[in-house]
């Protein structure tokens, strides 16, 4: 089984920064890259893709055209560690932000929710005017 754990949510004001962690744990393997990406949802909306980032090193990130230029993918030291770093927050990022990942190789990024198969519990990210 495989365990995903989200942290960095907040409060924040309009223009300012946050950072959001995830990391993949469990039966991932130790040396099994999984594919991972960040969704979010806000109330009454569907959950939407933001950005994710493919197994294969040399895969290109993806992200949604409503945060691109001001959201940032990265993975962490450990492989199956994730960051989103998020600038230029906007009212309109509102959200429960979910971590997911999924079992590669990949060379580029899935953007459906039901691509994946291991989900984090949320993290609420709420920026205010």
């Known amino acids: 089984q495989v365990q995903v754990v989200e942290s960095g949510g907040g409060l924040v004001q309009a223009g300012g920064s946050l950072r959001l962690s995830c990391l993949a744990s469990?039966?991932?393997?130790?040396?099994?890259?999984?594919?991972m990406c960040w969704f979010r949802q806000a109330p009454g909306k569907e959950r939407e893709f933001v950005a994710g980032?493919?197994?294969?090193?040399?895969?290109?990130?993806s992200y949604a055209d409503s945060v691109r230029g001001r959201f940032t993918i990265s993975r962490g030291y450990s492989a199956n560690t994730v960051y989103l770093q998020m600038n230029s927050l906007k009212p309109e990022d509102t959200a429960v932000y979910y971590c997911a990942a999924r079992r590669g190789p990949s060379v580029m990024v899935h953007t459906t929710p039901g691509d994946y198969d291991y989900w984090g519990q949320g993290t609420q990210v709420t920026v205010s005017s």
């Open positions: 469990g039966r991932t393997g130790s040396n099994f890259v999984m594919e």
């Open positions: 980032i493919p197994t294969w090193s040399g895969g290109r990130t």
